[in-house]
């Protein structure tokens, strides 16, 4: 598991903090972290993939394109009547939806529906996406219904989209992203994969105040990751990259501080990562995306 942060030197008048629910101690003196008996830093090499996982074959192959259905996310329910918030729309993408019913099909030990042949539909001019299941077939359904499955964390997304803890500074002693990321999160991402199991992460890529915005965050999932040193790459399926092996995300963690942002490359160029954890998931039972009517 590797070596733990060592403990700042004796006699150097540091005062730790320790906040016992989070797992990390700090001297506020300086912001120099010290040992936690709970979370590890990991040192030297580690290398680990899904057996059996690869994003060409066991992912998806529709892209994540679709119509406009609007995300309802439920946030109030008073005496048997639900009010719900329209956090953004299915043309914005439902990569959580993807990302969870990918796991779900590794799991039941299925590979993905083949690659819709758009020659072989009946024409459809009001219809244009036609590699994808069209809305309201049992298919769409499902990468719907797993897509709301992943709002579970909504709560997460918004508290780490906050600009104040994104961009490094002391909140309420509050940690900034990447040291959570780097400290809370890979632990937990690494522990995952070592078990054989695809990890959904979340990935922070909007600094805002507005609920609303959640949306404009991603949902991948993780099938392997190689660390030597102070260096990691998390290997990817990406949802809006269908049939792509060789998506990443990369960061070097050794300057990483309480209150100190580090870097985050996702490979593609397309996308900006201030962070990501891993997302809370409940096995489904995938059949209904085969269902295209």
Known sequence: MGDYLDYSKQGDGYSPYVNPDKGYNYAPADKTYVKSPNIPIPEGNYARVISGFLPSVNGLH????????PYMLPILTISNVTIY?????AHNGMCGGMAYAVRDLFEAKMLPPPPIDPH???????????????PYCEAFQFIYSRLVSSF?????????MVPAKLDGAVIF??????????MESMPIIKETIDNGHLCPLG????????????GGNHQVLAWGYNIKGSKTIIKLYDPNFPGVDNITITFDSANVGLFTDVPFKYSTGT???FGFFPTTYTFVDPKPIFKLT
């Not at 579970?152 to 780490?160: E, L, R």
Request: net charge neutral.
């Open 271 to 273: 996308r900006t990562v």
């Open 203 to 214: 990935l922070i890529s909007v600094k805002s105040l507005d609920p609303r915005d959640i």
């Open 85 to 89: 918030l329209a956090i953004s729309d």
């Open 152 to 160: 579970v964390d909504a709560w997460k997304y918004y508290s780490w």
């Open 173 to 182: 002693r509050h940690p900034c992203i990447s040291w959570m990321t780097i």
């Open 62 to 69: 529709y892209p994540n394109d679709w119509p406009h259905v």
């Open 120 to 134: 072989n539909l009946i024409p459809d001019n009001n219809w244009p996406y036609n590699h994808n299941p069209k």
